[in-house]
């Protein structure tokens, strides 16, 4: 069900905690940061970082990074590749889910730069969400080739270029969770939705020419909350980062189950 | 180890189109169907004579149940309109992002101009519901 209010131990209290920015600086920006110390025992709080935006680099995991080297090496992200491929660094911006490594502070309208987790997650520490039920909902849509016929004996199983083109777009999926944790639907029932993301992954092996298993994967979501909770809000196309449309692909999974009952 | 907490999620999350025109939906749907008992309401009175069908018209009649009715056609032309995007949406089109924010777009400025319109035609002086 629903529940709109935060958990008593999750709200965020007034503790949060100001680090000046340094003498002489130029372009000062304010960064407000979501963070949790699983050992404090304490709720989370909200920290405020001022930069000096004229010595930093112009990605919000720029200033992320020069926060931790420079002002507080206790803040907790994920980060690896910097440039928009790994997904290590999806959390929310300025109200929207995105990677903090293709997210230009510039953008970022308003004097502040609000940033918190990736939403309604369970939070490990400060913006590292736990996302061990995201990747179990990937696992549980078997996103891997199932086949009934053998393999060409000389070969790989091989197909047409529109058929590849059909796979191109959610194959580029990075599993960064902006779209799932996007998704309204998905906070108030992700025990039982399976989500944007995982629906997307099962959408690109529905629809892979090369596989078997057409039937018995839209069996396997035909279900009034693993697949019919997506009321088609667009919150994850609106949100994906690679510019990937989940949404379009939950429709046509819709369609597909519609149109075989004829 | 204390819990892990939930992070924030309504309070933080940027309150766009997309999820406005969703809730309106739903909270629209809601109205129509809780709306459908006054119909039954105006039936009953319609069965029980002209004494009681007065009565009803009466209470109607009274300015603030008109601001109610005034809603209550608002919410039926969003729902119908937006109704429609869904039904678009099920054939498959209109899920480029450019796509949903123009027909956003269209539903919004039809309920604008068409319940201006009805308002109109429904509530003004001359004629139309006592």
Redesign the interface.
Request: glycine fraction near 4%; charge should be positive; avoid cysteine.
């Given at each position: 069900m629903a529940e709109f209010q935060l958990p008593p131990g999750s709200r965020i209290s007034n503790d949060g905690k100001t680090f000046k920015a340094p003498e002489g600086a130029k372009k000062v920006r304010r960064f407000q940061i979501y963070r949790f110390d699983p050992d404090s025992g304490q709720n989370p709080r909200v920290d405020t970082y001022e930069i000096d935006m004229a010595a930093c680099g112009p990605m919000v995991l720029d200033a992320l990074i020069k926060i931790k080297n420079e002002i507080d090496p206790t803040l907790s992200f994920r980060r690896s590749c910097r440039e928009g491929i790994c997904g290590s660094c999806a959390m929310n911006i300025d109200g929207s889910n995105t990677l903090a490594c293709i997210k230009s502070c510039a953008d970022v309208k308003g004097a502040d730069v609000r940033i918190y987790p990736l939403p309604h997650m369970p939070v490990i520490k400060d913006l590292i969400p736990d996302l061990t039920q995201f990747y179990a909902q990937y696992a549980a849509v078997k996103p891997w080739l199932t086949t009934r016929s053998p393999a060409p004996p000389d070969g790989e199983r091989l197909q047409s270029k529109e058929d590849q083109e059909k796979i191109d777009g959610p194959s580029a999926c990075i599993l960064c969770a902006c779209c799932s944790t996007s998704c309204p639907s998905y906070w108030w029932n992700s025990d039982r939705y399976l989500g944007p993301a995982a629906l997307l992954a099962a959408y690109r092996w529905i629809v892979d020419s090369r596989d078997d298993s057409t039937g018995e994967r839209l069996d396997a979501l035909e279900d009034p909350f693993r697949l019919y909770r997506c009321h088609t809000i667009m919150n994850c196309t609106e949100a994906c980062p690679k510019d990937l449309n989940p949404a379009r692909a939950i429709g046509e999974i819709k369609r597909l189950i519609a149109g075989r009952r004829h | 180890?204390?819990?892990?907490?939930?992070?924030?999620?309504?309070?933080?999350?940027?309150f766009?189109y997309?999820?406005a025109l969703?809730i309106l939906h739903r909270i629209t749907g809601v109205a129509l169907a809780s709306g459908l008992l006054v119909l039954v309401a105006w039936l009953l009175a319609l069965g029980n004579g002209p004494q009681a069908y007065a009565a009803f018209t009466g209470f109607m009649g009274h300015g603030l149940i008109q601001v109610v009715l005034g809603a209550w056609l608002l919410a039926f032309l969003y729902h119908l309109a937006n109704g429609i995007r869904?039904l678009f949406?099920?054939?498959?089109r209109g899920?480029?992002?450019s796509a949903?924010r123009r027909s956003a777009r269209m539903v919004i400025a039809f309920v604008v101009v068409a319940g201006a319109l009805l308002v109109y035609v429904f509530f003004c002086p001359v004629g139309g519901v006592q």
């Open positions: - | 180890m204390a819990p892990r907490p939930l992070s924030p999620h309504l309070s933080v999350y940027r766009a997309t999820m969703s869904h949406w099920d054939t498959g899920f480029a992002k949903a």
